[in-house]
């Protein structure tokens, strides 16, 4: 039993790390191209396709539901600069990506 929940463990922290990994590639592509956000918004058309064609059984509304942890995080990550500022432009942010997701996703 313990073998079995340590390899679930790894496969959700893996998870996780692709996860922030897609963050991290979406503010790479703005920050790269400030005036061009298509290439943010492809990547996450991208992410919400795969998951479609990968993990069909998975409801839209589990993408929606990863709002919370994210700003968890990202209050971790900033401590005492998270805000309310930095809360709303964050919540903007996960709406843009959430956005995308969601249009591969029910593509």
Do not use: W
Request: net charge neutral.
């Amino acid at each position: 039993l313990l073998i079995v929940f340590s390899k679930i463990q790894i496969l959700a922290f893996k998870n996780v790390l692709l996860l922030f990994q897609v963050f991290d590639d979406v503010i790479s592509a703005v920050e790269e191209k400030p005036g061009d956000v298509q290439p943010a918004c492809d990547k996450l058309t991208a992410v919400g396709k795969m998951h479609k064609a990968k993990a069909s059984q998975i409801e839209h509304k589990c993408f929606q539901a990863m709002e919370e942890p994210f700003l968890h995080m990202v209050k971790e990550v900033l401590q005492d600069r998270f805000n309310e500022k930095a809360e709303g432009l964050f919540r903007k942010f996960f709406s843009f990506c959430l956005k995308y997701l969601l249009e591969g996703f029910n593509s």
